[in-house]
């Protein structure tokens, strides 16, 4: 029982991280009334997603190459490097340590500087570092130790959102006015936490082979277990925070990220030593995630080459995320927006065609046909996020809320489906 709940601790800390505590906030006080819809659409991809991510990975027994397995090789390989790069070196690990930077630390400072960034950064991935680089004791150093403190530090937040009196609900942004569910799904995006439970599938295996636990029956259970785990106190966490920000729109209101907001909050309710509380919350949240960030990336890097050992991408990874990690925070927000934008629908087809390939007829042509056109049409969300004109495009259904490719992926999921309820003998072509 104690390496279960441990198990599915950690697993909560590798998700929660910079994206989970900046943006729900900011969500909140821009969907003003609209904030039921708006949460419950941010929670389907921020609780939702990653928790059929990690069925997904469970059910097949592994990640991507798993998942993949019936296609050629450098394809699963693509993929996987594509998506390990973004949650990795590229945009979620340095994102980390700039959060823990701009809201744990530089509240106290006089004023912020590029010297102070670079070495906080340093010290911050040097502490990640170490601790990836011992993978077999992570569940023990995240799970049962540093984890407890930080859900004890969410609780006494949560409590003083649900009992505290609520301040002005703004009203609803323009963004928010029309399909406040369809904006907070796409904000949900920006947690990559869809991304990430297929890679952190893959980990927990790996973690839970050198426990010993080896039979794929008792894998599934396990990764079963954690992900409802991490899926709860992801949920409470988002909630707590999206009514702390919809309560709260007048401390900050013409702020720019849900850090400000939830800053305002804590000094309010609780003077500098709820700023204190903050930074220790930030901080664990933004390490634990960095540590299992920096080791699923290696972990699978490795796979791919004997000539560079897992270590060694540790720190090749570590310091890759410390020249990200300096960019300026909105900088690297915006600059990861067209990515996911074009990503998350390959993941998302990826994971709902693991979920149900029992119950598709040709299962290889299946999995080829949803991933190329989720591709497709993430490449062309991507496009029209970075400001390419695509008016002849504007037909398509739910073009315009950034959700084109949903109705397309589902239909090429359901025919498949269909035609294995009407040619059984297709199902293994």
């Not at 993949?68 to 340095?94: K, M, S």
């Not at 004023?111 to 040097?126: A, D, N, R, V, W």
């Not at 569940?139 to 004890?152: A, C, F, N, Q, R």
């Not at 850090?259 to 003077?271: D, K, M, P, T």
């Amino acid at each position: 029982m104690a390496d279960t709940l441990g198990l599915g601790f950690m697993t909560f800390a590798f998700f929660l991280g910079a994206g989970n505590i900046i943006f729900p906030p900011l969500a909140g006080m821009l969907a003003g009334e609209a904030v039921t819809p708006a949460m419950l659409g941010f929670l389907t991809t921020a609780v939702g997603l990653p928790l059929l991510g990690l069925f997904a990975v469970a059910k097949a027994g592994g990640g991507i190459p798993t998942m993949t397995r019936t296609l050629p090789v450098w394809i699963g390989t693509l993929l996987a490097v594509a998506i390990f790069i973004i949650i990795g070196p590229l945009i979620a690990a340095p994102r980390t340590a700039l959060v823990a930077y701009e809201l744990g630390v530089q509240p106290f400072l006089v004023g912020g500087s590029e010297k102070g960034q670079l070495i906080y950064s340093l010290g911050f991935f040097t502490v990640a570092m170490l601790l990836a680089l011992f993978p077999g004791k992570m569940m023990d150093s995240i799970g049962k130790v540093l984890t407890p403190l930080l859900v004890v530090l969410l609780l006494v937040l949560a409590v003083s959102v649900v009992l505290g009196e609520a301040g002005v609900v703004a009203e609803t942004s323009v963004a928010y006015a029309s399909t406040p569910y369809v904006k907070g799904f796409l904000e949900g995006y920006n947690t990559m936490d869809a991304l990430a439970s297929i890679m952190f599938g893959m980990l927990i295996i790996d973690l839970l082979k050198k426990k010993g636990v080896t039979e794929a029956k008792d894998q599934y259970r396990y990764l079963v277990v954690a992900a409802i785990i991490a899926a709860m106190g992801l949920a409470i966490v988002y909630v707590s925070l999206f009514i702390l920000g919809s309560e709260n729109a007048q401390l900050v209101p013409d702020a720019s990220n849900g850090g400000q907001i939830l800053s305002a909050y804590v000094e309010l309710r609780f003077g500098n030593a709820g700023l204190l509380i903050l930074a220790a919350v930030i901080t664990l949240a933004c390490l634990t995630t960095a540590v299992g960030l920096l080791s699923a990336c290696s972990d699978y890097f490795a796979t791919l080459t004997n000539r560079v050992s897992y270590g060694q991408f540790v720190i090749i990874n570590t310091l890759a995320c410390v020249a990200v990690a300096n960019l300026d925070l909105s900088q690297l927000i915006s600059m990861s927006i067209p990515v996911l934008v074009a990503v998350y629908p390959i993941a998302i087809a990826l994971i709902l065609f693991s979920l149900f390939a029992n119950q598709m007829a040709m299962p290889r042509i299946a999995l080829s046909s949803v991933l190329a056109v989720s591709t497709v049409f993430g490449l062309l969300e991507g496009l029209k996020v970075v400001g390419v004109s695509l008016g002849a495009l504007t037909l398509l259904p739910l073009f315009e809320t950034g959700m084109a490719w949903a109705l397309p992926v589902l239909l090429v999921l359901l025919v498949f489906m269909l035609v294995k309820k009407v040619r059984p003998q297709l199902a293994a072509a």
